[in-house]
């Protein structure tokens, strides 16, 4: 404890008197807040202050708050707050199965972002004024500068906008994680400027994010470690994926259009994407870097075999094992990664720029090559687009995600029309299921039709697919035809017998 | 003529060789090739040279090629190619009738893509070698220096990938042009350095594009005029949707959200885009900048008007009165005027920094925010998606306009679930209609719906549209609620009866 002295983590004195427990910082919180708050993926959240500020509803407290994060969280901060109802509405991404469930009952407010544009909303002003920020931390520098712990997300637009500021000083955070960070900030426009990153490795910004210490109304200090979730094993469907898409690379290298150590690579988060990463290890690659959001396992695996030199993301989001792993060897990835803003990590300049090779899962993918990655059955929402959409649009090459069938094979994730789009057709290159790949570049949107069934489509839906694309292509207008009675008749069959078959 | 000495335009007595009839010059286009071209818009599109082409095959030549541009183009190439069966297959824009019939017909493979994508497709090699590019120029420098006309488009990426350069010398295009462009060409990832502009008015580049002077294989002189269209009188639903907008923008500067002379304006091509862009002319704005694709006849106003200081674009698109005025009043249009490449004009990185204030008309857009674009009931393509994507993604605040019917009624431009997404809910900020304005920012899907139909349907469907929402929040699923069976509905009852009603 500081009690009295400042310490390696409170590195001044001025601060004691704001040392507080999580009961007392959690006050300052009102009913009716706006609360933006650190934390990607269950990595880098405010543990303490969200369970005390959970309690005082649970005492029949009314205490509403609008909540604002990078992207998901862990159970203290989305979970328990949303059981407790203290959550009215909610910004930009989400995973815990609590939430997930108070918002398709009707009794959460969300609006499912682009994750790049949630720090612009919160600098322009549009989801109104930023009453409090709660930011994780692993120490706090003499002049306020806070340092972030295993993620940065919207942390530094929180800070910079926020009317208070409550830290926790995380002690299950090791000090060691100092120097990983990579804190830029940019200026509204019209005093933008360009963001100075000509690779993944460039450090452009301090290791702290800036905070005025008069802002700061309390310091708790906590021990409550991140709710990393258990290394799923990668599956056969994952593996087939991962071949296809190496395979294809391997394709571009020897037809001049890839460098030999390709591009930036971008993976989306989860097993399907971690898989895919994994199956680099075996490759031929080496030199390879990644400019993308997280940095989970798979990540590990490829610094240990040398195979990737830089990792770029806003946060580490490894697996139970992977946190001791990360732990017990932080010098060595701390120096082969960089946590940047997530302005930054998903900035739409610098992805283009870099030109990233991005790689997404879907949850149905139409024969157009429209992507839903979000409401299943048109209206059930499952996570949000996350970053998915910052990197697809702007990628050198994009590439999406999914196994062919879902619910033991009563749902096709190829369809004739997605039940709700995320990614457009202008904007999926390459489509990939454990069946095979289809390039879709330069093709006309029925070529895409017949190169996504032929190729990506499981065996059991191949031929109903067929026949709903030529009866289609029998209409009068052949550009992008529909059946409009039946395009969304495989989701309503679905809901109302069980199965697409 | 400049036979037998340099002129004016052909700058050196090197290319005197080169200089050749048009049907000669076509003689270079082989069965098979991939064409690029100047053009965007009805401007600055080669002539001569297509109607050659043209003329080739009504003779009973074999000749198919693909056809790449900026976007539209005139008659003489897309509308007398794609009637004489020369183009097979065309990206990424268009608005000719006889193009979009053999688009819709099934007759031409037509990708429609974001304009922003097609200078890195060149460069990536995504379209495979281009083997010819058909260039309109006002003049020819000794070096090989391209001098643009009305338009620039994808002409550097189409000089500097193709194997055969033609040159369409038009001397209908004024001398006095030139100076007005400035060409700044990015290098593929991953050598690629920040686009170094800051503000609308930054000239980056030359005033020309460089060429490998062994690359043209013919100069063409020509005299045929850009094919502009008589300028639309401006009606009463556009002038109340411009109206909607302004006051919009003034409440935004009122609360702090914009700055006095607002941000660069970004409008779409077409007569509502006009008349959005003509209501300022009569408002209190001043010290105005436009960072957009298309210069119309509204900015010669606003210029005339002392409102807009700088417009970027990589066109000039005026009516038929509007190019004369252009004409007569160059010095003072080219003085406050810059047009750039489409890959600059369009680009993500330059358009997010900016802040551009996105304005572009939809075809349809859904109770949740979803914009269709391009395609009528699902599936007949109208012209594109163009720049849209671009500008909107990246945009301080992206707005979509459309009148809130169509078809004297029979269509409601506002549905519960659009036939096409070519916008995202996540992309779509502001809904305007002659009805009204829906600012979305932060709401959730079923307070955008309830706003959406408020504000901006047409009485006749509001009734409708909220019975459809009623009984989809009737579902168990609360989070963006559709009927499965009904989304489409509306559509497909107009296809059957021809109203929706």
Redesign the interface.
């Known amino acids: 404890m500081s009690i009295g002295m400042k310490s390696e983590r409170i590195r001044s004195e001025a601060f004691l008197a704001k040392v507080m427990s999580a009961e007392q910082a959690a006050k300052f919180i009102n009913d009716g807040d706006v609360v933006a708050t650190s934390g990607f993926t269950p990595s880098g959240y405010p543990k303490a202050v969200p369970l005390a500020l959970a309690e005082r509803a649970k005492n029949g407290e009314k205490v509403e708050i609008t909540l604002i994060t990078g992207a998901s969280v862990g159970p203290e901060l989305d979970g328990t707050l949303a059981e407790a109802g203290v959550i009215k ?1 909610r ?1 930009p991404y989400q995973t815990d199965g609590k939430m997930r469930n108070n ?4 009794n959460i ?6 994750l790049s ?1 949630v720090p ?2 919160i600098e ?5 004024d930023i009453d409090v920020a709660i930011i994780e931390a692993i120490a706090i520098n003499p002049d306020g500068g806070i340092v972030p712990s295993t993620s940065v997300g919207i942390s530094p637009q929180a800070i910079r906008n926020a009317k208070k500021v409550i830290i926790e000083i995380n002690s299950s955070q090791p000090l060691a994680l100092e120097g990983v960070h990579d804190i830029y900030i940019t200026e ?3 005093f ?5 990153i ?2 993944t490795a460039d450090r452009i910004g301090t290791t702290y994010i800036p905070c005025d210490p008069d802002k700061i109304v309390a310091i708790v200090e906590t021990d409550i470690t991140d709710k990393v979730r258990p290394l799923g094993e990668i599956d056969e469907d994952s593996k087939k994926i991962s071949k296809h898409i190496i395979k294809f690379f391997e394709g571009e290298v020897a ?3 890839l ?1 030999e150590n390709l ?1 930036p690579l971008q993976s989306g988060v989860g097993s399907v994407a971690n898989a895919v990463m994994a199956g680099l290890v075996e490759s031929k690659f080496t030199n390879l870097t990644c400019y993308t959001e997280v940095i989970q396992d798979c990540m590990f695996d490829l610094i240990d075999a040398g195979k990737v030199t830089m990792a770029s993301g806003t946060s580490f989001t490894p697996s139970s094992e992977g946190q001791v792993r990360l732990y017990n060897n932080i010098d060595l990835y701390t120096k082969h990664c960089v946590l940047r803003p997530m302005e930054i990590s998903n ?3 610098v992805a ?4 990233v090779l991005s790689m997404n899962t879907a949850i149905e993918i139409d024969m157009y090559g ?1 992507v839903n990655s979000t ?1 299943i ?5 499952m996570n949000g ?1 996350g970053g998915s ?1 910052d990197f697809t ?2 990628a ?1 090459i994009s590439i999406f995600t999914t196994v062919s069938t879902a619910k033991n094979g009563d749902i096709s994730s190829i369809v004739p029309m997605v ?9 999926v290159q390459v489509v990939v299921t454990e069946q095979g790949l289809a390039d879709l ?7 895409r039709a017949r190169a996504i069934i032929e190729n990506c489509a499981h065996p059991d839906y191949k031929a109903k697919l067929t026949d709903y694309l030529d009866r ?2 029998a ?8 059946l ?2 039946e ?3 495989w ?2 069959k679905f ?1 109302e017998t069980g199965s697409m078959k």
């Open positions: 509405r910004f918002i398709n009952a009707g407010k969300y609006a499912d972002m682009h544009h612009q909303y322009y002003g549009f989801f109104g509204k426009p019209p933008r400027k360009p963001i100075p000509e690779a037809a001049g259009r460098p591009l900035n739409p300049e283009r720029r870099l030109g429209h409401n059955m048109g209206s059930r929402m687009i959409g649009r702007n050198y039940s709700h789009v995320d990614h457009t057709e202008h904007d570049r330069g093709l006309s949107p029925r070529e289609a292509e209409l009068p207008t052949k550009h992008e035809s529909h409009l009675n395009a969304l008749s989701h309503a809901v």
